[in-house]
């Protein structure tokens, strides 16, 4: 193979992981704007309306870490390609649905095919990038960006959807996506099996007794307890005090999106290239703090351009440029004979971050406001900002991914 043939061959196996996670991440939201509409169509109750979020997340949550597994012992492309198979039915399922109870037996199965696929696609990208560290963290950061971006796109989509077409077609649309990524990941993704070993249980304790992955999981927990509380906690302000509709809501995220668009894919990389991987998570990390203070200070009376949009700019710059490091610190630490398992393990600590960050900041919220709640969020991500200060100092024996004859190229073997 060819140089140029392998460097085609990668970006396509980069895009069919990318792809696949984007749809995940837009299936979490593009949801919710259809709630409305889908309970007057299929004669949801206001209980029952809700298993149609939590059917997805239930199922998704807890077979994160199992794929993960899976994908060391029968190879993490057989189990990507499972889940994307099962996810692009399960929404083909969902958009032809003809009453509820089906309707949350195929948002189950989305949640089973996304958490399948979901699950490995860290490792996948690290081993994929094995040899070369600046495409890594550059992928790395494209990854990041779908991340954050594909909450606030969904909202935006799925409004478009139901207004021009259907509530069916938030889960329709991803049929064709499936059905076109499908063939390309058969294609560039490495065939290889997993490494078929059996010891230890769920997770492997070599796992934790890699430091900096242990501790790139804290920073990164408390990073996703500062995301979804700013998101939580920012949508309500948008809303309930400058009284902006569902739509204007999602198009007000465009600067913290275009922030982390610019750090992500432009300025993390380069930065780490010059002045280190930890040395831009802290820098990141600080940006971070820095736009959630600014936005907890935002007065009643506020303006979205003056008090809002300045703060989203800074977190969204903090964001960009810690997530790609934070990942690329933990998956370059992780054993590569459990890169499925510290893969699901990654993505576990963000869906667990999230979860208790809306706990908490929302019962703070609610009793004692948003500014608090936000603060509170500003606390954890301090705590985590501190961690990464300490614990993880550049120098030898970073753990960072290396080429060499362990770290197999995961193209398709020529």
């Known amino acids: 193979m060819t140089s140029l043939t392998r460097s085609r061959s990668r970006a396509s196996a980069l895009l069919a992981l990318t792809a696949?996670?984007?749809?995940?991440?837009?299936?979490?939201?593009?949801v919710n704007v259809a709630l409305p509409t889908i309970r007057a169509d299929l004669g949801f109750s206001d209980t029952g309306l809700?298993?149609?979020?939590?059917?997805?997340?239930i199922a998704f949550a807890l077979l994160l870490l199992p794929a993960g597994r899976l994908a060391d012992l029968i190879g993490a492309r057989r189990v990507f390609l499972a889940g994307l198979v099962v996810f692009t039915a399960a929404s083909a399922l969902c958009g032809l649905a003809p009453d509820a109870e089906l309707l949350v037996v195929a948002r189950f199965l989305q949640g089973v095919g996304g958490a399948l696929a979901s699950a490995v696609v860290l490792g996948m990208i690290a081993a994929l990038y094995a040899d070369d560290e600046r495409g890594r963290t550059r992928a790395f950061g494209l990854l990041a960006f779908v991340g954050a971006a594909g909450a606030s796109l969904g909202v935006i989509a799925g409004g478009v959807l139901v207004e021009l077409v259907s509530w069916r077609w938030v889960f329709l649309v991803n049929v064709p996506i499936g059905l076109l990524v499908i063939p390309v990941a058969l294609r560039h993704l490495d065939p290889a099996r997993g490494s078929g070993a059996r010891?230890?249980?769920?997770?492997?304790?070599?796992?934790?007794?890699?430091?900096?992955?242990?501790?790139?999981?804290?920073?990164?927990?408390?990073m996703t307890v500062a995301g979804f509380s700013f998101q939580f906690l920012s949508a309500l302000y948008l809303q309930d005090v400058l009284g902006l509709?569902?739509?204007?809501?999602?198009?007000?995220?465009l600067p913290v999106t275009v922030a982390i668009a610019v750090a992500s894919l432009v300025l993390s990389g380069r930065l780490a290239e010059r002045y280190g991987p930890e040395r831009v998570l802290l820098g990141g990390l600080i940006l971070f703090v820095g736009g959630l203070l600014l936005l907890a200070r935002t007065p009643a009376e506020g303006t979205f351009w003056l008090d809002v949009a300045p703060a989203f700019a800074v977190m969204g710059t903090g964001f960009g440029l810690a997530m790609p490091q934070v990942t690329s610190i933990a998956m370059g630490d992780a054993p590569l004979e459990h890169g499925g398992v510290a893969s699901g393990f990654v993505t576990t600590t963000q869906q667990v971050g999230g979860v208790v960050g809306l706990a908490v900041v929302s019962?703070?919220?609610?009793?004692?406001?948003?500014?608090?709640?936000?603060?509170?969020a500003a606390v954890v991500l301090a705590g985590g900002t501190t961690l990464a200060a300490t614990r993880l100092r550049t120098g030898p024996g970073s753990g960072r991914v290396t080429a060499g004859p362990a770290a197999a190229p995961t193209l398709e073997r020529c």
């Open 20 to 30: 696949t996670q984007l749809m995940v991440i837009l299936d979490g939201t593009i």
């Open 50 to 57: 809700a298993w149609v979020v939590n059917a997805f997340f």
């Open 199 to 222: 010891r230890s249980g769920l997770v492997p304790l070599a796992l934790f007794r890699a430091k900096r992955f242990v501790v790139a999981n804290v920073v990164l927990f408390t």
């Open 245 to 253: 509709g569902p739509m204007a809501t999602g198009l007000s995220y």
């Open 363 to 376: 019962i703070v919220a609610d009793g004692s406001g948003l500014g608090v709640g936000l603060l509170v």
